[in-house]
Every structure is written in C-alpha cells, then in structure tokens.
C-alpha cells in the first residue's frame, strides 16, 4: 500500500480528473436508472403510454415485448406454459444480457441500487465495521429455492416479495408496505451486512450474473503497470474481489474482469486518477507495457 490510501476514496481522482471526471459513470448509472423507471412511470402517472408494464414484463409502442427471463423460468417451473410473446420478450431480454452482461441490470438498471449504494455511502461515513457477510454463494441457493417454491407452490414465487417489483407498484399505487422494504434493505447494508442485499443475497443479481458470465463487454486492467496501489477501486467496488485477478495479474494472464460478479459500474474507472481500467471487450487481453506507461507519465 502506498501512502495515497490515507487520502479520501476518490479524492486523488477529482484532483486529477476534475469532479465530473471522477464521478462520470456513477452519473451516467443515476441518469440510466431514472430514465428506465420513469419510462414506466409516464403511463400511470402522465398517461403517456410508451411503454406499459413492469420490469417484470413490458411491451414498448405496442410493439417490442421485454420479458425478465427470471420471471418466465419461474413460470414453467410453476407448470404455466407462457405466451408466445413473452418467450420472444425474454430471448430478447436474454439475448442483450449476454451481450452486455447480466448484473449490468444490477448497476445500470435496478431502482434497488440507489438504495444500497446510499447505504453503503453512510455505513463507511459512519465508519461502522464491516459485519456480518454471508457466503457470496448464498445468492445462488436463494436463488434455488426460488425456483423450488415456484414449482412447489405453483405461482411466480419471486414476485411476491420482489422489491422492485414493490417499489413500482407503490410509485403507482401507493408505496405502503414497499417503504418498510426498502427501509429494511438500506438498514441491513448499513447496519448488519455491509453490500450485504446486492452481493450476497438477491436471486435477481445471482440470475444476471450466471446469464452474463460469457459477455462481451468487460472492464479491463490495461494499465496495471501504472497502478500507484491507492485500493481506491477496491473502496469503491460493490463486488471488490472481482479486481485482483486482472489488476494483480501476472505477465501473461489477462487483464479482463472475468468474473460474472462483476456489475461493470465503472466505479474503478471513475477513481483511478491514473486510468487503469478501462471498459473493452472479452477478446482483448492487450496490456500496457511499462515502456508506455513512462510515455505516458512523461
């Protein structure tokens, strides 16, 4: 570690980058959530009907159908066959993913996330320990019984306790009941499991995760060798162990993010006053020599 770790996560990057240099893609995250929740909004709310729907399911101009693939698999496991229209919806919603990567959803999408992120904010202002942490895998059993209870039961058992699919009914309907789960999960990263919801209990994350382990978009470690060993990217990542691998790397092993934990956020591009990472593609494994990295410095 390096004596720039005693400065404030980030700071070396706004004094580098300027604020919005260092704060471009959280913006462009907040900017992204808000837009696709008020696109379901604007219906309800204005009777503007572009699209009609949840994230649950939609249809956009009356024309593309979107369907979460979570939802339709829960569906068969209950022993419904779906329509024609929400297979295409899902193999549309699947097919994106596996492009972009599935807990893009998580990082880029979800009205939850703001939520968590608030909550990890304060739990480090507060300087409260870091708490009880689950097994990253616990996700994935959650995620099993999920499907299990589905089949069991015979509904879409997730969607019974969904807090996104709470969140939008309440800003329709009234929130009721979706305040105090929302409240419940900003206090259980606060206080009990710090990025205790997102990385280690939602079904919704462990889904998109497996869906978009083989992605093309990923973050890249390209100038590992710049590294001045601030652990400002570790600070900042909702899923830090993805960061090792790529940014400690050997000579020869990829600097790709690899990892389907990995949300692609772009927190760590965002604070890295020294531009390591960088968003790519799977394919490519270059890395800067060091001879570059003292071009680049010169």
Same mark, same amino acid.
């Given at each position: 570690m390096s004596a720039k770790t005693k400065l404030p996560t980030g700071q070396e990057a706004i004094e580098v980058k300027g604020w919005l240099g260092a704060h471009r893609y959280l913006i462009l995250r907040r900017l992204s959530q808000s837009f696709f929740l008020f696109l379901f909004l604007m219906g309800p709310w204005f009777g503007i009907w572009w699209v009609v729907g949840t994230l649950a399911g939609s249809r956009t101009f009356g024309v593309l159908p979107l369907t979460d693939p979570l939802v339709l698999m829960q569906g068969l496991a209950a022993g419904h066959w779906p329509e024609l229209t929400a297979i295409i919806g899902a193999l549309i919603v699947l097919a994106v993913y596996a492009l972009i990567g599935g807990r893009v959803y998580c990082s880029w999408v979800c009205p939850i996330n703001p939520v968590t992120d608030a909550a990890h904010w304060l739990h480090d202002k507060l300087g409260l320990q870091?708490?009880?942490?689950?097994?990253?895998?616990?996700?994935?059993?959650?995620?099993?019984?999920? +499907?299990?209870?589905? #089949?069991?039961?015979?509904?879409?058992?997730?969607?019974v306790v969904n807090p996104v699919t709470m969140v939008h009914r309440g800003?329709?309907?009234?929130?009721? +009941?979706?305040?105090?789960?929302? #409240? #419940?999960? +900003?206090?259980? $990263?606060?206080?009990?499991?710090?990025?205790?919801?997102?990385?280690?209990?939602c079904p919704v994350g462990a889904f998109y995760g497996l869906l978009g382990s083989k992605s093309l978009l990923r973050v890249s470690a390209? $100038?590992? #060798?710049?590294? $001045?060993?601030?652990? $400002?990217? +570790?600070?900042?990542?909702?899923?830090?162990?993805?960061?090792?691998?790529a940014l400690r790397g050997k000579p020869g092993e990829t600097p790709l993010i690899l990892s389907p934990d990995c949300t692609n956020c772009g927190r760590c591009i965002d604070v890295c006053s020294v531009d390591v990472f960088a968003f790519t593609h799977r394919f490519d494994n270059h890395v800067k020599t060091d001879e570059q990295v003292a071009d680049k410095a010169a």
């Amino acid at each position: 570690m390096s004596a720039k770790t005693k400065l404030p996560t980030g700071q070396e990057a706004i004094e580098v980058k300027g604020w919005l240099g260092a704060h471009r893609y959280l913006i462009l995250r907040r900017l992204s959530q808000s837009f696709f929740l008020f696109l379901f909004l604007m219906g309800p709310w204005f009777g503007i009907w572009w699209v009609v729907g949840t994230l649950a399911g939609s249809r956009t101009f009356g024309v593309l159908p979107l369907t979460d693939p979570l939802v339709l698999m829960q569906g068969l496991a209950a022993g419904h066959w779906p329509e024609l229209t929400a297979i295409i919806g899902a193999l549309i919603v699947l097919a994106v993913y596996a492009l972009i990567g599935g807990r893009v959803y998580c990082s880029w999408v979800c009205p939850i996330n703001p939520v968590t992120d608030a909550a990890h904010w304060l739990h480090d202002k507060l300087g409260l320990q870091k708490g009880w942490q689950p097994k990253r895998s616990t996700r994935y059993w959650i995620l099993g019984a999920v +499907f299990a209870v589905s #089949a069991l039961t015979g509904t879409i058992a997730w969607e019974v306790v969904n807090p996104v699919t709470m969140v939008h009914r309440g800003l329709v309907f009234g929130m009721g +009941f979706a305040w105090a789960l929302v #409240a #419940a999960i +900003f206090v259980f $990263d606060l206080l009990v499991a710090r990025r205790g919801w997102c990385g280690h209990l939602c079904p919704v994350g462990a889904f998109y995760g497996l869906l978009g382990s083989k992605s093309l978009l990923r973050v890249s470690a390209v $100038d590992r #060798a710049a590294c $001045d060993d601030c652990m $400002d990217c +570790f600070a900042v990542c909702p899923e830090n162990q993805v960061i090792s691998p790529a940014l400690r790397g050997k000579p020869g092993e990829t600097p790709l993010i690899l990892s389907p934990d990995c949300t692609n956020c772009g927190r760590c591009i965002d604070v890295c006053s020294v531009d390591v990472f960088a968003f790519t593609h799977r394919f490519d494994n270059h890395v800067k020599t060091d001879e570059q990295v003292a071009d680049k410095a010169a």
